[in-house]
């Protein structure tokens, strides 16, 4: 695959593989709390593959989080996707 330099890519916190900016979306942590990324402090990114995989996001997500709660995370995680898919 020919590399295409003028396309920003992102790293997935999850499966670690480089994707366009387009194709991932965008979080934070703030006190160990998921949140929509807003223009604030270090994100990261979760590609559309991932987010279909509870379980291996979680981890992810657990890791960069630095604990929390596994179903909030989750639960915020839906939230942020759907917000996003909205707008
Ligand atoms: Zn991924």
Not at 8 to 19: A, D, F, H, N, V
Not at 37 to 44: A, E, I, L, P
Request: proline share 2%; with cysteine.
């Amino acid at each position: 695959m020919a590399k295409k330099f003028h396309q920003p890519t992102r790293m997935c916190l999850s499966c670690r593989e480089r994707e366009q900016q387009c194709n991932l979306i965008r979080f934070r942590c703030v006190d160990g709390e998921l949140a929509p990324f807003d223009g604030v402090g270090r994100s990261f990114y979760l590609c559309q593959n991932c987010l279909k995989e509870d379980k291996k996001i979680i981890r992810a997500l657990m890791r960069q989080c630095r604990g929390g709660d596994k179903d909030k995370h989750m639960n915020k995680l839906k939230e942020i996707i759907t917000d996003d898919r909205k707008s």
